[in-house]
């Protein structure tokens, strides 16, 4: 099972910027990979995931056209870009993998085997 950690988030104002980095700690090359978010009394929600070649990148209407996720299979990192932030992106993010013998991006959360920590993102003045 992968281990995931993230990082990159913090605090920053709105309309900021932050990349967040999930890195594995052996190869993703046969997994999907997603981020999620849980805000303060909100239950978790897909915010993007990239296929397992990165041919295929999908985003939660929430935040297309201001995040863009990619990989980097050689580094077994997923970054999340994420641009033009408002106070409604704050949230603890998460990255996740599924397996390609369990599922794809369009597989429902539980299918993901292996969960990062999360990391905290805070948009605020």
């Known amino acids: 099972q992968l281990r995931l950690v993230e990082s990159g988030g913090g605090l920053v104002q709105p309309g900021g910027s932050l990349r967040l980095s999930c890195i594995a700690s052996?190869?993703?090359?046969?997994?999907?990979i997603a981020w999620f978010r849980r805000a303060p009394g909100k239950a978790r929600e897909a915010v993007s995931c990239?296929?397992?070649?990165?041919?295929?990148?999908t985003y939660a209407d929430s935040v297309k056209g201001r995040f863009t996720i990619s990989r980097d299979n050689a580094e077994n990192t997923v970054y999340l870009q994420m641009n033009n932030l408002n106070a409604e992106d704050t949230a603890v993010y998460y990255c996740?993998?599924?397996?390609?013998?369990?599922?794809?991006?369009?597989?429902?959360?539980?299918?993901?085997?292996?969960w990062g920590q999360g990391t905290q993102v805070t948009v605020s003045s």
């Open positions: 990239i296929t397992r070649s990165g041919s295929i990148t």
């Open positions: 996740a993998a599924i397996n390609r013998w369990f599922g794809t991006c369009a597989s429902s959360e539980s299918a993901f085997g292996s």
């Open positions: 052996n190869s993703l090359s046969n997994s999907a």
